[in-house]
């Protein structure tokens, strides 16, 4: 069995922690190691969708297509695609521009907890099948499939320190933890939804037992209200359990407590949208995904912040660092220096597929001097140039690239949808849409706290310095 290496800033607690748990073993990345495919209603659209489920190289993630529409455009399952629930409410949805897929989160949980890093999920339609309103058909799905270990560590976050979110009587807490852990309180106006309480150490067998046959719920006075909104479209008494002012509906309880169970189930989906495997105690009462999301999305900035909590193999040591580059390594990348370098780290890098990039915006940048001094905001352009740095170490991190540079042919669909102001950081997201020889396609996002700020399509060429 390998050593492993905790990364953490405290040498002397990683020790004693390890010497309490013995020898960790070594966690690596996994796929599946067939396709699988599955057929179903959405639950919210009505629509008949097939999904397709198929093994992926590392560092793949999980990556959904939409191979109903031209080009078969992929959107992967990340924090960084989350449509707001206010334009999708009731569910989980990625997307960008008119490309979205829903209610994914019972299928994420799954992937999540079976231990699934890297996973392509073709679909031919907007939303995934509900199937019984759990997560138990995706566990008989995965079980089909098998899984296959990816000699590649796996990424884990390791929670450090109190991290929390709260909105009126709704809140979520996560503190530090060796282990996955979720203690849940459900508490609702009505007789059968009243103070349900649910804490487990998070595994596969936990999920399989306790977490995964909990399914989706809907007050009956809620139902009609649902529809009238163009929701519930695809929802029977099968696939959702509707809750009466005397009892449930036309259906029985898998669990006395099956409605906190499915909360369960939809938190590990959500926070699986941070792109890691969680090391930490959650702590929620009365979250649904509104509030989910947006401790997801407190996570991720956290995560950037702190860059500390993967476990890695010495082995392995080298190529995780390759996929993360500070401003040294940039400027061996990059011909530009200050003022016009605009990147101050490359936090992921995934050869010929993407890379995201951070800047860090302050009041001493150069140009908020003469750009609304009165009102600082960083020019549009300066945005879209930045993503085109990031785009730009891409390409030109590949060892036969080094000593050229990378010109840009064209900028297309540019958007800016909110102003970057000084105290904010840019999460830089550009991913290959075409790949030649010495011309490359992309496609850029600037994220600042989750929400998307400016996106555009980038073509560069590579020429000799």
């Not at 057929?39 to 109903?68: M, Q, S, W, Y």
Request: proline fraction near 5%.
């Amino acid at each position: 069995m390998p050593q492993i290496v905790i990364v953490d800033e405290d040498e002397e607690k990683v020790s004693s922690w390890s010497k309490r748990n013995g020898l960790l073993a070594m966690e690596k990345q996994q796929t599946i190691k067939k396709s699988v495919t599955a057929e179903g209603i959405g639950i919210h659209t009505g629509g008949k969708v097939r999904l397709c489920l198929k093994p992926a190289p590392p560092n793949t993630g999980v990556v959904f297509v939409r191979v109903d529409l031209p080009g078969h455009p992929k959107v992967p399952a990340n924090v960084n695609y989350v449509i707001d629930l206010t334009r999708r409410p009731r569910r989980t949805s990625v997307g960008f521009g008119e490309i979205e897929i829903h209610t994914i989160e019972h299928l994420m949980a799954t992937l999540s907890c079976l231990g699934i890093d890297n996973v392509i999920i073709e679909s031919n339609g907007s939303e995934l099948p509900g199937l019984d309103g759990s997560a138990l058909p995706f566990v008989d799905l995965i079980k089909k499939a098998g899984t296959e270990e990816q000699d590649v560590p796996r990424k884990v976050f390791q929670v450090k320190e109190a991290i929390w979110i709260r909105e009126d009587d709704a809140y979520i807490v996560v503190i530090p933890d060796e282990e996955f852990r979720i203690s849940y309180t459900l508490s609702y106006d009505h007789p059968l939804l009243r103070s349900q309480f649910f804490s487990h150490i998070i595994n596969e067998e936990s999920f399989q037992k306790e977490v995964a046959p909990g399914r989706t719920f809907c007050l009956q006075r809620e139902a009609e209200e649902l529809r009238s909104q163009g929701l519930g479209k695809g929802a029977n008494y099968e696939n959702t359990i509707v809750v009466g002012e005397r009892g449930i509906i036309e259906n029985k309880l898998r669990f006395p407590d099956e409605f906190v169970r499915h909360k369960v189930l939809d938190l590990i989906g959500d926070v699986y949208l941070l792109g890691y495997q969680i090391r930490g105690h959650v702590i929620a009462v009365r979250s649904g995904h509104q509030l989910n999301i947006k401790l997801l999305q407190r996570l991720h900035i956290y995560r950037e912040r702190i860059g500390l909590g993967a476990i890695i193999s010495p082995s392995q040591e080298r190529v995780a660092q390759q996929s993360e580059l500070d401003i040294h390594a940039i400027q061996k990348i990059l011909p530009h220096r200050p003022p016009f370098l605009l990147i101050d780290k490359i936090i992921e890098l995934v050869e010929d597929t993407r890379a995201v990039g951070i800047k860090n915006v302050t009041i001493n940048d150069n140009f908020f001097v003469g750009h609304f001094p009165s009102r600082p905001v960083m020019p549009g352009v300066l945005i879209i140039e930045a993503m085109a740095q990031v785009g730009g170490v891409l390409m030109l991190s590949k060892p036969e690239n080094h000593g050229k540079v990378a010109y840009f042919m064209s900028i297309d669909h540019v958007k800016f949808r909110k102003p970057v102001v000084p105290g904010d950081q840019l999460i830089l997201e550009v991913e290959v849409v075409k790949l030649r020889t010495k011309t490359g396609q992309m496609r850029g996002r600037a994220f600042v706290d989750g929400k998307l700020v400016s996106e555009s399509e980038l073509m560069f060429s590579i020429a000799d310095a």
